[in-house]
């Protein structure tokens, strides 16, 4: 019995996933449902701040000292932290405070910009430096009133642990999406290769151009679809954790294609805080393939990488 198209849907960590696949012989679309969504609830219960009994509200909540935490939770915080040394605090997985002061966070609230006094109280809730992992005790240690939050990365886990709830279903033609963030394996049921469109910045749903996705994933990090405020007042929900004040460089989106979402998604991000020409040198230094969106003069300009290049190509 030949290979069957399915495409399912569903909803997840505030917004909703999708996946095209290919089923093959004795497996269910209800089997491929069931797979994506226990993934992707076990994420949201080890690391949303939004869930009141999750494992990082826990961790947030708790007083001083070392607190243990769940295995992905672990994982993905330990890469986080990798992240936030290479770029020198750009990229910082205990920004909530700031986040919440700016109010992005899980209270979100009508949008009123922060006191200085009110920036300064959470920039001194964060750092990166202040966690710490003890990996054969699988445990963080929580100085007393760190707060981390990993809405940066842990979509693209999300993503990563999707596709391996379909690769032990032995579903190996997929193309997985949670919240815009995607990745793909082997091809499409037309024997084609999946191809993604990178918007155009502008919440208009155009499309700045299409790519091929082999065996790899993509992330996207702007600020078109959540700011607030408006005019010379309008901030981005990007927050620089270096001087607590919302992203405001050239910069209208990132793009960044990596094997793994989790480290895309986490790397769309740092690069948006680090801005055009420290992120491209970053991203040059590192071998990344990144797509720089940027706004001049009313029109857009794309910068792209080597690497990204080869990619877009096919190469």
């Known amino acids: 019995m030949p290979a069957r198209p399915a495409a399912l849907a569903g909803a997840t960590m505030g917004t909703t996933w999708s996946a095209r696949m290919s089923l093959p012989a004795g497996r269910a679309e209800t089997d491929a449902r069931r797979a994506i969504q226990a993934a992707l609830d076990e994420v949201v219960a080890q690391m949303s701040t939004w869930e009141a009994d999750s494992d990082i509200t826990r961790y947030n909540q708790a007083g001083p000292g070392w607190q243990p935490i769940p295995a992905a939770f672990f994982h993905v915080l330990g890469h986080a932290l990798a992240l936030a040394q290479e ?37 001194q809730r964060c750092g990166w430096r202040r966690v710490r992992l003890d990996g054969e005790a699988r445990a963080a240690l929580q100085e007393g009133g760190t707060y981390l939050d990993l809405s940066s990365i842990a979509k693209g886990y999300g993503v990563d642990r999707a596709a391996a709830a379909l690769d032990a279903l032995g579903i190996t033609d997929y193309l997985v999406e949670v919240g815009g963030e995607l990745r793909a394996r082997g091809k499409r049921p037309d024997g084609q290769s999946w191809r993604v469109a990178v918007e155009v910045p502008d919440a208009s749903d155009g499309h700045a151009l299409a790519l091929p996705l082999h065996e790899c994933s993509i992330a996207t990090s702007g600020d078109y679809r959540r700011h607030a405020g408006s005019g010379d007042g309008r901030y981005a929900h990007t927050i620089d954790p270096r001087d607590g004040q919302p992203v405001r460089n050239a910069l209208a989106s990132v793009t960044v294609l990596h094997p793994g979402c989790m480290q895309a998604d986490a790397l769309a991000t740092a690069l948006t805080v680090l801005g055009e020409a420290e992120g491209m040198a970053y991203a040059r230094r590192h ?29």
């Open 87 to 123: 770029t020198g605090g750009a990229y910082d997985p205990t920004v909530g405070p700031l986040v919440n002061a700016w109010g992005f966070g899980p209270h979100q609230r009508a949008f009123e910009p922060p006191s200085p006094a009110a920036i300064e109280a959470a920039r």
């Open 287 to 315: 071998g990344l393939a990144a797509l720089f969106i940027l706004r001049e003069s009313g029109a857009w300009r794309a910068v792209a990488t080597p690497a990204f290049q080869a990619l877009a190509a096919g190469r």
